[in-house]
């Protein structure tokens, strides 16, 4: 069974960093980009990131390029989500999801406040 | 930016009518490799996305043959024929073509 699970969600204040994973099983990672999307409460959903399964690769809108970084550990089947200088617009559930969109996680919920 | 355009906001449907969204996108949504990468979600309440259908049409594994994907180019539809109570929820269209990749604001479907 395909299972894709986040942590490290909290509360943070303004400018702090916080780090997200992403563990999962049921498939085999390696072979798969690995996509973070945001949803602020109460709104629609945002694309945040993107690496591509290798982890050479990554991309991001210019909302959070320079202050995210997406990675992956192949060997141990998690990806992370490293966010920077966080902002109160940044406050939303963040999911991970596998190539395509086709599985994603529960999501952890950041919250940045002062 | 790719704007995914969604209509309508919201729906309100009796069990076993049917329905249609609408997603338009700003550009062409066919790729170099020639495929359209355009895809529809529905988010139950409470609960993650589910993706529905990929490349405008194909229907994911364990999706009810109720739900179809139409359109090419820059103009998709979205159809559940004879809804059910399990299908209220947020349906969402996601382009995949291009970066940055972009979601259409949602329609909220309700169950009469």
């Known amino acids: 069974e395909v299972q894709l699970v986040e942590s490290g969600g909290g509360l943070v204040q303004p400018g702090s960093p916080l780090k997200l994973s992403c563990a999962a099983s049921?498939?085999?990672?390696?072979?798969?980009?690995l996509n973070w999307i945001r949803q602020a409460p109460g709104k629609g959903l945002e694309w945040v990131a993107s690496i591509n399964p290798d982890g050479s690769s990554t991309y991001y809108p210019d909302t959070v390029k320079g202050r995210f970084v997406v990675s992956k550990d192949n060997a141990k089947n998690t990806g992370y989500l490293q966010m920077n200088n966080l902002r109160s617009e940044d406050t939303a559930m963040y999911y991970c999801?596998?190539?395509?969109?086709?599985?994603w996680g529960q999501g952890t919920l950041v919250t940045v406040s002062s | 930016d790719v704007v995914m355009t969604q209509t309508p906001p919201s729906l309100s449907v009796a069990i076993g009518q049917s329905v249609s969204i609408s997603c338009k996108s700003s550009q062409s949504l066919v790729a170099s490799d020639k495929n359209t990468y355009l895809n529809w979600l529905l988010q139950s309440p409470g609960r993650s996305p589910k993706r529905l259908i990929y490349q405008v049409s194909k229907l994911d594994s364990g999706v009810p043959d109720r739900f179809s994907g139409s359109g090419s180019e820059k103009d998709f539809t979205l159809k559940i024929s004879r809804v059910e109570a399990e299908d209220l929820g947020v349906y969402y269209c996601?382009?995949?073509?291009?970066?940055?990749?972009?979601f259409g604001s949602g329609t909220k479907l309700e169950i009469k």
């Open positions: 996601l382009q995949g073509t291009h970066l940055p990749l972009t």
């Open positions: 049921g498939f085999t990672f390696s072979s798969n980009w």
């Open positions: 999801a596998r190539t395509g969109f086709a599985y």
